[in-house]
């Protein structure tokens, strides 16, 4: 490895470092405060060591890795958000569980797995970051044993990871098997040299499409997100939201881009089937939900719904779209489970609609915040979610995409009904002598986040220029 | 000759695969796990991969199946498992997997002693190849390999850990 190679994987050599760092200090002496400080500085770290990567993009680490600037923004996305999702994560595990220590290694192993995703151009790399980032989140999603829904949500996740990744596995057999290549512009030069798409690739990719489908959650292998969100710990729930699904969701981005995926309409029936039952099934299966996790969940199946439909739009302005729903998706997620975290007490987490009747009334600040998080999901102006769906829609636009939007519109509308539901149960005045089960934690750090992510969710939402003209000088590279 | 020994070597894979899923003592299913794993051992050798194939050998039959087996029997204290051994140890168990162990073995016999040149389309990678290969180009994805692995210790390590506290827990009030 050369010099500039060290400088270019910066963000993800600091994060194996601190990795194995973390684990010989818990294997010495245990101190949640302790190893949850270095966690917190080596996220830190890592960001900073994506600025002198800047210098050097576009570079490949051939033949597995490539570091552009579409996979270096996503890096500290990641970063950012990884970081956000810790500062949450302290109090909560604190109360919770008496070995806190191990947690903080497999979010940071996690991570990594993230961001090999966003930076890999061979299928090795991926499928590696892809199991490196499953068999993390195994162990942080039954993380409370304790709790009697977590080895459930466990077991079920390991289940179907184990099984997704052997469809994957087998898709990029059939795909090697043809092409001859695993890096992903080699396969699209063989696939431009044969001059169409034989049966055994086709099949081979929609086996791939399982894979990566299942991680997203779309339909229709979206069964375990529900039981998932339900049972793991509050912040590996935001984790899997967020950065689990937006480092796939680059992956998917890169390696169609890399294919021509837009000149095989097969493939783009494909996703747009799934993008209308995503966005359908997430919808309509969160109306008649009483948790806050399963409605978050189902929304984040509909997102993805909404995030397909930019992705399919075939115009540069699609891909715009798609990075910046990320961002604010990513602000909007990690901000409603962050409200559910500091509403949570140590005994119980506060996920029923019940717990959040009239909290207007009892904590007007995290009401705002949360009333703010969920106009954003719901796409209501002012907020980061409002230009995100405008962007969508323009995308749309442009790529004479009138199917696919007028769907994004019933289901816009659809999704507003259950969001508002929440937020009219928040400013209900409850009844004299009414007691709440939950008495919330508030602990000032994770209050503190709230107040971060509300300012860039409204700044987003009042100057988008700055973020977009960012995403814009990105992506001109990649079409 | 590649095709007939290639046919019969996979529909002992396929059929052994069956057989683990259809188990339902863990023991039984393991044994037939060994000889599908053998199976795909043989399917390598064909194709010009014989260190792989020693690899498979090696590492999955041998290694890891004999790691189950220990942790199988290790769980299974106390009096009933000598006589649960006892059961395992019926002809009726052990003499199938054993037939298309016999199988494999005659085919990797017959094939060693043929003594024939490879097949045109097939390319044999000896491992030299495979550790240039993995020692420079791909030492990154060996890294990666490594923190998966570190992944799934942590994670096992935890979760083992919890198990042990709550049973000692039920204990605790069995007593009481």
Not at chain 1, 316 to 326: C, I, K
Not at chain 2, 103 to 119: C, K, M, R, S, Y
């Amino acid at each position: 490895m050369s010099f500039v190679d060290f400088l270019s994987l910066g963000p993800l050599i600091t994060l194996s470092a601190a990795g194995v760092a973390t684990m010989l200090m818990v294997a010495a002496w245990r101190n949640h405060r302790i190893i949850y400080s270095c966690t917190l500085i080596a996220f830190i770290m890592a960001m900073m060591a994506v600025i002198p990567a800047i210098k050097y993009i576009p570079h490949t680490y051939p033949p597995l890795l490539v570091i552009d600037e579409f996979s270096l923004f996503n890096t500290g996305l990641i970063l950012v958000a990884g970081f956000i999702i810790l500062l949450l994560s302290f109090n909560y595990f604190e109360e919770r569980e008496e070995r806190k220590e191990e947690y903080y290694i497999l979010l940071i192993l996690a991570t990594i797995g993230a961001l090999v995703l966003v930076v890999s151009r061979h299928f090795m790399a991926l499928f590696l970051g892809l199991e490196i980032l499953s068999i993390s989140l195994y162990g942080l999603i039954a993380y409370l044993r304790a709790r009697e829904r977590s080895d459930e949500a466990g077991i079920k996740y390991l289940m179907l990871a184990a099984l997704s990744s052997a469809f994957l596995l087998f898709g990029m057999a059939l795909v090697y098997a043809f092409t001859g290549h695993m890096d992903f512009p080699g396969i699209g030069a063989a696939l431009r040299q044969a001059g169409y798409l034989p049966v055994s690739v086709m099949a081979g990719f929609g086996l791939m499409l399982i894979g990566v489908g299942f991680k997203l959650g779309i339909v229709p292998f979206h069964m375990w997100a529900p039981d998932i969100y339900e049972g793991a710990p509050l912040p590996v729930a935001a984790f899997i939201a967020t950065i689990s699904k937006g480092a796939i969701l680059v992956l998917l981005i890169r390696f169609y881009q890399d294919i021509h995926g837009n000149d095989y309409p097969m493939l783009w029936w494909m996703v747009a089937i799934i993008a209308v039952a995503s966005m359908f099934a997430g919808n309509w299966l969160a109306l008649t939900q009483q948790n806050i996790k399963r409605i978050l969940a189902y929304s984040s199946i509909a997102h993805m719904g909404y995030i397909l439909v930019a992705f399919l739009s075939g115009v540069q302005t699609g891909l715009e779209a798609l990075a910046f729903y990320l961002v604010a998706y990513f602000i909007t997620s990690i901000g409603a489970f962050g409200v559910v975290i500091v509403m949570s007490s140590s005994l119980q987490d506060a996920e029923t609609i019940a717990d959040y009747k009239g909290l207007f009334w009892r904590y007007p600040w995290v009401a705002t915040v949360f009333t703010a998080m969920l106009l954003s999901l719901a796409g209501i102006p002012l907020t980061a979610g409002f230009i995100g769906k405008f962007y969508v829609v323009m995308a749309g636009v442009n790529g004479h995409q009138w199917f696919l939007l007028f769907m994004l519109v019933i289901n816009s509308v659809i999704g507003l009904y259950y969001y508002i539901r929440l937020v009219a149960v928040m400013f209900a005045v409850p009844a004299n002598g009414e007691q709440t089960t939950v008495v919330p934690a508030l602990p000032i750090a994770g209050n503190i986040t709230l107040v971060i992510l509300t300012i860039l969710l409204i700044g987003l939402g009042v100057y988008p220029t700055a973020m977009m003209q960012l995403i814009q000088q990105m992506m001109r590279i990649l079409v | 000759m590649i095709g007939p020994a290639f046919y019969i070597a996979a529909a002992i894979a396929v059929l052994a695969t069956i057989m683990v899923i259809t188990r339902y003592n863990i023991m039984h299913a393991l044994l037939y796990l060994v000889v599908s794993l053998l199976a795909v051992a043989v399917v390598l050798y064909l194709y010009g991969a014989p260190f792989m194939a020693a690899l498979e050998v090696i590492v999955y039959a041998g290694a890891i199946m004999v790691l189950l087996i220990f942790f199988v029997m290790m769980l299974n204290l106390g009096k009933e498992s000598a006589e649960q051994e006892k059961l395992w140890l019926k002809p009726r168990i052990w003499i199938f997997p054993s037939l298309l162990c016999i199988i494999l073995l005659g085919e990797l016999v017959f094939l060693v002693l043929q003594n024939h040149q490879p097949a045109a389309e097939v390319k044999i990678v000896d491992p030299r190849a495979v550790g240039m290969a993995l020692f420079g180009p791909y030492i990154l994805a060996v890294e990666l390999a490594g923190m998966l692995l570190m992944a799934g210790i942590v994670g096992a390590y935890h979760l083992g850990r919890q198990k042990e506290k709550t049973l000692h827990r039920f204990l605790e009030n069995n007593e009481l």
